[in-house]
């Protein structure tokens, strides 16, 4: 199926350094989610947005839901050894969910 | 702890010998899914199940069936495997349709001999 457009496709950063990915479509989503995957497990939820304009932490994270519905961003703010994984978004339609190709995160001690 | 489990984590299979991952969610969540993940891709929707209503994407093979005999247990059977199937097999849960959030089982890492 169609994805999401998820950028970087990858970032090698040094600890405590902070972190920007991105997703954008050219269609209207209801839904923006961030998911985490280690390697050889399943996705895990990081933040949900449901509303346009709607800006969510959690913890270090921070999220936003882009205020023309079709794009949303992470941040993660003073990275640690273990917030290393693939980050993916995920766009929910009326249709569909929809997953970015993800971003993978490498963090230097 | 709710949870969505899978089973195997990690299955191995022959070249055309069926298979059958499985699935179990202590969420009580009306919908379940199944997605295939190839590395370093992402989850790739096979199909879903909203209550007892199943819906197939357009593109997942016939190889590929599900079955889910109740709200807790669904199943993935894959009827003659392919080297092409090799795969991560996810499992997902959430209450509504395209309203709420997705939870993830951790996967059944599928390899074909």
């Known amino acids: 199926g169609q994805q999401l457009n998820q950028s970087p496709q990858s970032m090698f950063i040094q600890e405590g350094e902070d972190v920007s990915m991105n997703c954008t479509s050219s269609s209207i989503f209801n839904t923006w989610l961030w998911y985490k995957q280690d390697p050889g497990e399943g996705p895990v939820l990081l933040i949900a947005l449901y509303k346009a304009g709607e800006l969510t932490s959690n913890g270090r994270l921070t999220a936003q839901f882009g205020i023309t519905r079709k794009d949303s961003f992470l941040n993660i703010s003073a990275s640690i050894p273990s917030d290393v994984g693939i980050y993916f978004c995920a766009g929910q339609g009326s249709n569909d969910m929809r997953f970015g190709a993800g971003t993978r995160l490498t963090v230097k001690p | 702890d709710a949870m969505v489990i899978q089973n195997p984590r990690y299955q191995v299979t022959q070249f055309g010998k069926p298979v059958t991952l499985s699935c179990s969610q202590t969420l009580n969540h009306n919908v379940m899914y199944w997605y295939q993940q190839k590395s370093s891709q992402a989850p790739k929707l096979l199909f879903h199940?909203?209550?007892?209503?199943?819906?197939n994407e357009a593109d997942t093979p016939d190889n590929f069936q599900s079955r889910r005999p109740n709200t807790s247990f669904c199943f993935l059977d894959i009827r003659s495997p392919g080297l092409g199937d090799a795969a991560m097999y996810l499992c997902a849960t959430s209450r509504e349709k395209l309203v709420n959030e997705q939870f993830f089982g951790p996967g059944t890492r599928l390899t074909v001999l």
């Open positions: 199940y909203y209550d007892k209503d199943f819906n």
